[in-house]
């Protein structure tokens, strides 16, 4: 799944246990400027340096796979369901982080209708 947003935040490297580490990621995402939603991803391990080159601000496309899993609480026996967006690539568009994606080299058009030149030895 993919997304573009403008980052909001984004957290140092988190150690949650010696062999663990997460880093989080939060999007501004504004299909309605009225009321935008804030979305937060996380990469993992060595995804985490995914964002080493993203700076609030930015404008950004966020590749990432949508994870799920169940919980039971030892003390109620209920169970409870955690989502996760975890990160698998960062495409800085715009922005502090990164530059802006250069414009495609391409020759200007040629005008077809012109007509041919004196010179013309073409034989078609």
Request: charged share 25%; proline share 9%.
């Amino acid at each position: 799944m993919d997304i573009k947003g403008k980052v909001h935040e984004v957290s140092e490297v988190m150690n949650v246990t010696e062999t663990f580490r997460k880093r989080e990621l939060v999007l501004e995402i504004a299909e309605n400027p009225q009321y935008p939603e804030y979305v937060k991803f996380e990469a993992i391990q060595d995804r985490c340096s995914l964002m080493d080159p993203v700076k609030v601000g930015d404008d950004v496309e966020v590749f990432f796979n949508l994870k799920g899993r169940p919980w039971t609480d030892p003390k109620t026996g209920r169970k409870n369901y955690f989502n996760t967006l975890q990160i698998w690539r960062v495409n800085v568009l715009t922005g502090q982080g990164g530059m802006s994606a250069p414009a495609p080299q391409y020759a200007p058009p040629v005008d077809m209708s012109a007509a041919p030149g004196e010179d013309d030895d073409l034989p078609f």
